[in-house]
């Protein structure tokens, strides 16, 4: 099982970026797919999750700005942030769950400058 995080990268404050992540070796249709972040010395939060029925859920502080997407037929998921500020800055991972199956990517840094 892989799943491969793209499109982190440096952004100025009010910016925009787009994740990506591959998935490989899974139903991706079945799973549950979500993002995390990660910022220095701080545990690991939710960003967004996306059912395989299509529901969405994001932490609060990210509603409005963030938007998760997936594709099945590409076994990709993706998160579009708008209005990024230096706060957002983070490892983002990809994460995948159905049952008791839990996969994670090896994630993608996101840095936002002030």
């Known amino acids: 099982v892989q799943l491969v995080e793209s499109g982190g990268g440096l952004v100025q404050a009010g910016g925009s970026l787009r994740l990506s992540c591959a998935a490989s070796?899974?139903?991706?249709?079945?799973?549950?797919m979500g993002w995390y972040r990660q910022a220095p010395g701080k545990q690991r939060d939710l960003v967004a999750h996306i059912t395989s029925g299509g529901s969405r859920n994001y932490e609060d502080s990210m509603k409005g700005r963030f938007t998760i997407s997936r594709d099945n037929a590409k076994n990709s998921v993706y998160l579009q942030m708008d209005s990024l500020k230096p706060e957002d800055t983070a490892v983002y991972y990809c994460?995948?769950?159905?049952?008791?199956?839990?996969?994670w990517g090896q994630g993608t840094q996101v840095t936002v400058s002030s």
């Open positions: 994460r995948a769950d159905y049952a008791t199956l839990v996969y």
């Open positions: 070796g899974i139903t991706f249709s079945f799973y549950r």
